[in-house]
T-cell receptor, first 116, second 113 residues
């Protein structure tokens, strides 16, 4: 149980285009989902936290107009990187908390984004 | 906000030896401390966690200790094996569904056969 999927697993896009990444909780309802970005050899940096049906809370320094997050249902959150640039190339990982549990979060497999 | 420091950044041990990774946190309200193992290009995997009402927790070769007064916690891996080689992250958060998790900077563990 407690499986989180992400799609796509990797994507290459051209500079200036937008990319959408999906995060799904497959066997539980996730009231809270988190989006992280991880650059090579670095830690996971939280970008934003989203609750189902409400606007995402962005961390300081993360542009909310560039990284659009939608948490439309209890099993799906999407991250759209708008007008992507090479510096947005990174490993994007989502995680979700089961509404029936208190602390543990379950991670998706990540999406490798390369902007050329 | 919470700040989590982690040491060392790299650690090499001989197979069979023990490995210790240490973390400190700044927010006294933090009460949940998970540890993750991440292999290259993969998702972080929870290997053990501890809550602030417990001082130590053990699961086979892995143990975690927590000193709430000093705001530090440590991961201990005994009888290390080559498959333990990975990057390990400590983290801290307050309990509850909306509370975010702050990660440490990571420790790259290499177990030499």
């Amino acid at each position: 149980g407690a499986v989180v999927s992400q799609h796509p697993s990797w994507v290459i896009c051209k500079s200036g285009t937008s990319v959408k990444i999906e995060c799904r909780s497959l066997d539980f309802q996730a009231t809270t989902m988190f989006w992280y970005r991880q650059f090579p050899k670095q830690s996971l940096m939280l970008m934003a936290t989203s609750n189902e049906g409400s606007k995402a809370t962005y961390e300081q320094g993360v542009e909310k107009d560039k990284f659009l997050i939608n948490h439309a249902s209890l099993t799906l959150s999407t991250l759209t990187v708008t007008s992507a640039h090479p510096e947005d190339s990174s490993f994007y990982i989502c995680s979700a908390r089961d509404r029936g549990q208190v602390d543990e979060q379950y991670f998706g497999p990540g999406t490798r984004l390369t902007v050329t | 906000g919470e700040n989590v420091e982690q040491h060392p950044s790299t650690l090499s041990v001989q197979e069979g030896d023990s490995a210790v990774i240490k973390c400190t946190y700044s927010d006294s309200a933090s009460n949940y401390f998970p540890w993750y193992k991440q292999e290259l290009g993969k998702r972080p995997q929870l290997i053990i966690d501890i809550r602030s009402n417990v001082g130590e927790k053990k699961d086979q070769r892995i143990a975690v200790t927590l000193n709430k007064t000093a705001k530090h916690f440590s991961l201990h891996i005994t009888e290390t094996q080559p498959e333990d080689s990975a990057v390990y992250f400590c983290a801290a958060s307050t309990s509850g569904g909306y509370q975010k998790v702050t990660f440490g900077t990571g420790t790259k563990l290499q177990v030499i056969p």
